[in-house]
Nanobody, 125 residues
């Protein structure tokens, strides 16, 4: 059974940084794309960034380009989201996710089948 556990969320002032981690278990981590999504209160869940199984393909939403960086450590079965220059509008619950099928690039919500429980990120102005 695939399990994803996020950590690293918290309260930070605007302009600050946070690093989210997502530890995966239950299947060979290095075969699957990993993604980060977020959901603000009253809003739909939205794509943030994704990274392919080898790390050779990375894609980020326009709203976070130049500020957020996704990376992965296949030896540690962990994916990271480094968030810099945080803004109040980045406030949301952040979710780690992965598709059911291996070796596919994915950026759409409905392409992801397994989800973590989420970690809250709050950016104060």
């Amino acid at each position: 059974q695939v399990q994803l556990v996020e950590s690293g969320g918290g309260l930070v002032q605007a302009g600050g940084s946070l690093r989210l981690s997502c530890a995966a278990s239950g299947r060979p981590f290095s075969r699957y794309t990993m993604g980060w999504f977020r959901q603000a209160p009253g809003a739909e869940r939205e794509f943030v960034a994704a990274i392919s199984w080898t790390g050779s393909w990375i894609y980020g939403a326009d709203s976070v380009k130049g500020r957020f960086t996704i990376s992965r450590d296949n030896a540690e079965n962990t994916v990271y989201l480094q968030m810099n220059s945080l803004k109040p509008e980045d406030t949301a619950v952040y979710y780690c996710a992965t598709p059911r099928n291996e070796r596919i690039r994915a950026t759409m919500l409905n392409e992801y089948d397994y989800w973590g429980q989420g970690t809250q990120v709050t950016v104060s102005s």
